[in-house]
């Protein structure tokens, strides 16, 4: 039977998992992908600060599962969606880039 200690441990694990994917997946977007270019004259500040709210919800989480997941998502983004500086289709991307990720991370957490 796993102790609190070796649970605690891979979760940690987990979430370092999830930080490092999404550090990867957004030098991926910006240096490696064929509209690299474009990507970088695309992301916007309000993106990272976003991605960064994310993280940081996340880290929060004893345990994330796919239902979280996507609330944490749904409720960071929510709150970005009525300035004006914020594109309706960026932030649309936003969402999918984000959400796609969880394929990704599930490997990394079990």
């Known amino acids: 039977m796993p102790t609190k200690t070796k649970k605690k441990t891979t979760f940690h694990k ?3 998992s999830i930080a490092l994917l999404t550090a990867a997946a957004g030098a991926y977007m910006l240096y490696g992908s064929k ?3 474009k990507n970088r004259t695309a992301i916007k500040g309000w993106m990272l600060k976003a991605k960064g709210e994310i993280l940081e919800k ?3 989480l004893k345990e994330v599962d796919e239902e979280k997941y996507h609330k944490i998502i749904d ?3 929510k709150k970005y969606a009525p300035l004006a500086h914020v594109g309706k289709t960026e ?7 984000t959400k796609g990720h969880w ?3 599930k490997k990394h957490i079990k």
């Open 35 to 37: 509209n690299a270019s």
């Open 58 to 60: 996340l880290e929060q």
């Open 103 to 105: 394929k990704n991370i």
């Open 14 to 16: 987990g979430l370092a």
């Open 75 to 77: 409720g960071v983004t």
């Open 91 to 97: 932030l649309e991307a936003l969402v999918k880039e």
